[in-house]
Structure formats: structure tokens, C-alpha cells
């Protein structure tokens, strides 16, 4: 690690804030800078929420003198050259069939690094399962054993062999994730959604912290539009919806139908369309000139500068990220009580429906934003207000508490 880089321990100040070296906790003085941190991952970047929690809580440990490790099936360039980081990349191999056992060969794959002598760490950020080596801090973005329970898991919609890949995989994942967090020290929630349902898969109330994710309000924030680049027209009335559209549960069919209920709104899909309903349902809708698939974009804050609000009736989401990237664009927000993260959308920034199914409520909430210009401007300038309060250095600023914590903790069992 070089040299310059300071010297900082964490334990006890308020995430985000400047630390000093040499601060105590129950009586115990952490002075260990410049500890080794590793995280372990699937992805680590930008354009993959959980992967850019995990990028966050990289360059934050940097940034307070400590070094990383990132065991990762994929690391952004940018982030493998900063100085401190040690990337140990292994992705699975490419014939392997199915995403199943592909997890399960990086699980297998990261053990054997973490394990290694010359990767060895002074306390492990894991996010659900991802490897068989015990955590020290088990980060959870999804609870497959809620999402199995589910009436809109892909078996209780359609029963055909790719729902029942998913019924596998959901129950293969929520087996290994009750183990992979009964050995964990310390198990994460990224929401109270999240909470709730570890509750109810039995890990103890004393080992859960809640960490509500975070957003760059520099990244994602209100500016002028540009329509034009996305190929979207001018001077109508935009929604937007993004999401891994492969899913049903992001729900962008009841979108579609409260859209054929609102004949002068459009619709910007952000997310590949390929091999989805949802361009047969559109056509079948008549609203298809009205929809614009974009497929994959990498440039979000651009495209949500470019909307006049975001639609995102998930049936089911532990945290919706791009509920937060939203309202720091400054988009009027409208989603579900489904959706984890819907506890931060206030009257003031957004409505919630009850029920994710509710097209008539969903029709009923985009009418009411487009009603009232002053409305939507107050509801615009409240929504950014609220996302600067949930940065990305407060909230990788507590994971690193969390694992320097830990350090201590492995330190003095083995004094």
C-alpha cells in the first residue's frame, strides 16, 4: 500500500465523517491502519447495483488508509488500477450452462483465494452467498428464500422448464444463504424490508445492522435534458421505468396497462426487451408508438434527466436503488409498498401504492404528478433534498466501522 495514504480507524464516529487514528470502543483501542479488507463479489462497478455498493465501500476503505482485496468474477479496470487494490478475478468458465453453477464454481473458486496465504485479509465483506469462507460481514441484497415464497415467483405464474429452473435456484440459494449468514458475524441489511425477512429466516435481531444504500447526488442529478440523444420526442409526457425486464416481478405489464389508460403519456423502458412479453404486450395494448425500448443503458443520470418521472411497481425488490438514483435526478417518484426502499419515498417526493397490482392506482398517481406543474416542481426539488441525505461515503462509511470491528475481533481471539 503506499505510503501516503492515511493511517485511519473508524469505530465510534458517525459514518462519513473525518476519523482519527487511535480511537476506542468498549475500552479497546483500535489502532490497526492500514488493514487488509477483502470483498467478495460477483461484480464490482458501476452498472450493477450491487456491485456499485461494493465498489463504494472499496474506494471508501481506500480513501481511509486501508488496502482491498476484491475476489470478483468481474472488476472495472478503473477500479483494479487504483492504487491498493489487489483484483483476484476469476470468472467461471464460459461453457458452463447455467448461472446456477456458475455461482457455484466462483463460491468454490473464492474459497480457495480468500484462503490463500498471499490473499490472506484482516476481516471478509461477503454479500449473501458467494463463497464458502466464513464472513465477517455478510452484506445481504436479496433474501431468495421471501423471493421463492413469492405469488410472483416465475413457478406460481407459468409451470414450464424455465420456471422451474427458477423454483431451483431460488431454493438452492435459500439453503445456501441461511448458512452462509448463521456463520457470518455480522449480517447487513440493505433495507427494513430486508431486516424483516432475515428475521424470518432466523438470524438473531443482534447481529443484524441496517445500511440503507447510497447514490452520487454529483452523478445523478436534476440538468437539462436530452431527449434528442436518446431518441425520445420532445414535449410529451415521459415516464420512465428501468429494470432487468427478464423478471416479471419489476412489474412493467401493469406500467403498461395504467399507460393505455393515460393516451397522452410515454413510456421509456431502460432494460433489454429481447425475449420479454412486453413488446407483444404493448402492441397488443396499442400504446407500442408510445413506448420506447432502449434496451441496456449505461448512462442512467442522463436518461433520467431527460424523464419527467419514474414508474417502478415492483412486486418484489429488497432495495430499489434506482428509487434513490431517481429522486436524486430530481424525478417525482411513484411506486409500491413492495418494493423495499419505498420507505424513503414521502408524499412529498412520491406516492406509494398499497398494492403493486393496482392499475387503476397507478393510472390514478401518474394523472395526479402531471396534474399540477407547482406540484411537480416542489415534489422534483424535495425529491433531490431528500437522496443528498443518503450518500455513498456515509453508507460505505459504516461498513468499513463493521469490518475494522471485525479486525479487532479476530485480532484479540487470536492474541
Not at 81 to 95: L, R
Not at 152 to 180: C, I
Not at 347 to 371: C, K, M, N, R, Y
Request: hydrophobic share 45%.
Amino acid at each position: 500500500m503506499p505510503a501516503a495514504m492515511p493511517a485511519l480507524s473508524c469505530i465510534g464516529r458517525r459514518a462519513g465523517e473525518g476519523c482519527a487514528q487511535g480511537v476506542t470502543r468498549g475500552g479497546s483501542a483500535l489502532r490497526r491502519a492500514g488493514l487488509r479488507l477483502g470483498i467478495v463479489t460477483p461484480k464490482i462497478g458501476l452498472n450493477d447495483g450491487q456491485g456499485r455498493v461494493n465498489r463504494e465501500i472499496a474506494i471508501e476503505a481506500l480513501r481511509q488508509g486501508h488496502e482491498v482485496v476484491l475476489f470478483s468474477e468481474e472488476v472495472d479496470a478503473d477500479m483494479a488500477a487504483m492504487p491498493g487494490v489487489t483484483p483476484v478475478v476469476t470468472p467461471p468458465p464460459a461453457w458452463l450452462p447455467s448461472r446456477m453453477l456458475r455461482d457455484q464454481v466462483f463460491a468454490l473458486r473464492a474459497h480457495r483465494h480468500v484462503t490463500r496465504r498471499e490473499n490472506r485479509c484482516d476481516a471478509l465483506l461477503t454479500n449473501g452467498f458467494a463463497t464458502w469462507t466464513r464472513a465477517d460481514v455478510n452484506a445481504v441484497h436479496f433474501v431468495h428464500a421471501s423471493w421463492q415464497k413469492s405469488s410472483w415467483h416465475p413457478w406460481r405464474v407459468k409451470r414450464d422448464a424455465r420456471s422451474f429452473y427458477a423454483l431451483t435456484y431460488s431454493g438452492l440459494n435459500a439453503q445456501l444463504e441461511k448458512e452462509a449468514f448463521r456463520r457470518s458475524r455480522r449480517v447487513v441489511a440493505i433495507s427494513e424490508k430486508v431486516r424483516q425477512e432475515l428475521l424470518q429466516i432466523g438470524v438473531p435481531t443482534e447481529r443484524i445492522s441496517t445500511i440503507l444504500n447510497g447514490v452520487d447526488a454529483t452523478e445523478f442529478r436534476p440538468g437539462r435534458p436530452e431527449r434528442a440523444r436518446f431518441g425520445l420526442p420532445a414535449d410529451v409526457k415521459l415516464a420512465l421505468f428501468a429494470g432487468d425486464l427478464r423478471s416479471p416481478r419489476k412489474n412493467l405489464d401493469t406500467l403498461l396497462k395504467a399507460q393505455a389508460a393515460i393516451p397522452d403519456l410515454h413510456v421509456a423502458v431502460a432494460g433489454r426487451e429481447a425475449g420479454t412479453p412486453y413488446p407483444e404486450l404493448a402492441r397488443t395494448l396499442g400504446v407500442a408508438e408510445r413506448v420506447h425500448f432502449l434496451g441496456f443503458q449505461k448512462d442512467m443520470p442522463a436518461l433520467m434527466r431527460s424523464v419527467d418521472l419514474l414508474a417502478f411497481p415492483s412486486r418484489y425488490e429488497p432495495c430499489g436503488l434506482v428509487l434513490l438514483e431517481a429522486m436524486a435526478s430530481g424525478l417525482p417518484v411513484i411506486t409500491a409498498r413492495s418494493a423495499g426502499g419505498a420507505d424513503f419515498v414521502t408524499p412529498d417526493v412520491g406516492i406509494v401504492l398499497q398494492d403493486s397490482e393496482d392499475v387503476a392506482g397507478l393510472t390514478g398517481a401518474i394523472q395526479t404528478v402531471f396534474a399540477d406543474d407547482a406540484r411537480r416542481a416542489a415534489m422534483s426539488a424535495a425529491a433531490s433534498k431528500a437522496a443528498q441525505g443518503h450518500s455513498w461515503p456515509a453508507m460505505a462509511g459504516r461498513y468499513i466501522e463493521l469490518l475494522v470491528e471485525a479486525a479487532e475481533h479476530r485480532r484479540l481471539e487470536h492474541a
